[in-house]
């Protein structure tokens, strides 16, 4: 099979609903890429998407974008799918997981025929099961099979930190791990502000009940995508970013440390499940997890989340 070069400005999004015409819009203003490819099963959709956002090129910097196939997979240094069903009202993400990985199946052995060298990035939901699936059925090595995972989840904490305590979200540094899901962990134990223990930080601010009070926000945080979904039906926006933020990671090489999905191989005494953990994230996807300290309430809670996504794993039949 002949060996595809990579090109390192290229980025390609499959599935041009919501959230991948949402991402395609928020790469094109990063800068980040000068040639976007969109593919849709509707291919007059992601030709309409392309034309749209090729339309503010010109206020924004110099970038190729059009639809197309799969074929313009070949030299795409990051594969973006967003590709699924929506996420109804009253539907969990775990509940979408027959119809998507029907739709994965179609999807990713058409990426692997092209013997493609780019990052595949997984957005579409339920994102953990969906990651492990592409990673079966693609053959790719496991560090360029990467999740969203939380990267919005922790994203959604850290804002609801940031304005419980009155300080700038990005001087707020805590994760949540686990499945992006019902069973996520938010893992206070180690979160803090500008190196303050959160409930050190809490009390500076005049705050004393941090059980209830964490309690509050990591509820909320999983109920954000609920609440938004009741109110207008979908979400895109904060995954859009998201997307954008893990794709800058990868393409300068940052060695950024996010909590994308990725294979767990042992830590926490975890194993053969994809759920997300901080990892250190560069031009070759995942380099490394990196293990952070946990209660032992939290780990009993990734033990449990990794258990129901285990679960939910041995009843996908992958074989035709």
Same mark, same amino acid.
């Given at each position: ?5 990579? &090109? ?9 609903? #919501? ?5 395609? =819009? ?6 980040? =890429?000068?040639?976007?490819? %969109? ?20 206020? +924004? ?21 967003? +590709? ?9 993400? %775990? ?25 595949? %990035?997984?957005? $579409? ?8 699936? /592409? @990673?079966?059925?693609?053959? =790719?090595?496991? &560090? *360029?099979?990467?999740? $969203? ?11 609801? @930190? ?12 805590? #994760? ?11 893992? #206070?134990? $180690? ?15 005049? #705050?004393?009940?941090?059980?209830? /009070?964490? +309690? ?16 207008? &039906? ?10 954008? *933020?893990?794709?800058?990671?990868? %393409? *300068?090489?940052?060695?950024?440390? @996010? ?19 901080? +990892? ?12 952070? /300290? ?11 989340? /990794? ?12 074989? $035709?």
């Amino acid at each position: 099979m002949q060996e595809n070069k990579t &090109n390192l400005r290229k980025v390609a999004v499959i599935g041009c609903g #919501f959230v991948g015409s949402a991402s395609a =819009f928020c790469l094109m203003q990063s800068g980040l =890429f000068s040639e976007m490819v %969109l593919i849709d099963i509707d291919h007059d959709r992601a030709v309409g998407e392309a034309l749209d956002i090729s339309h503010g090129v010109p206020l +924004a910097r110099p970038m190729k974008i059009y639809g197309g196939d799969y074929d313009d997979l070949k030299d795409a240094a990051i594969i973006v799918i967003t +590709a699924g069903a929506n996420q109804k009202p009253g539907e969990t993400r %775990l509940d979408l997981v027959n119809k998507n990985v029907a739709i994965f199946k179609t999807i990713v052995p058409e990426i692997a025929k092209r013997n493609c060298k780019g990052t595949l %990035l997984i957005v $579409s939901n339920p994102v953990d099961i969906l990651t492990h699936v /592409a @990673l079966k059925l693609s053959g =790719f090595p496991k &560090n *360029r099979v990467i999740g $969203s995972g939380t990267v919005l989840d922790t994203s959604r904490l850290k804002h609801l @930190l940031g304005e419980h305590l009155g300080v700038d979200s990005r001087s707020v540094h805590a #994760f949540i791990i686990g499945e992006h899901g019902d069973s996520e962990i938010a893992a #206070f134990s $180690s979160a803090n502000v500008s190196g303050i223990p959160v409930n050190e930080f809490c009390e500076l601010r005049g #705050f004393y009940h941090h059980e209830k /009070a964490t +309690a509050q926000i990591a509820q909320k945080v999983k109920d954000s995508a609920y609440e938004i979904i009741d109110k207008k &039906n979908a979400t895109y926006y904060g995954i859009a970013m998201a997307v954008k *933020r893990i794709c800058e990671a990868i %393409l *300068r090489d940052e060695k950024s440390i @996010l909590p994308v999905s990725s294979l767990m191989e042992g830590a926490y005494g975890i194993r053969d499940v994809v759920m997300s953990m901080p +990892a250190i994230v560069g031009k070759d996807g995942i380099e490394t997890q990196v293990p952070i /300290a946990l209660s032992q309430e939290e780990l009993e809670k990734l033990q449990d989340s /990794a258990e129901v996504l285990q679960q939910v794993m041995e009843g996908i039949e992958l074989e $035709s």
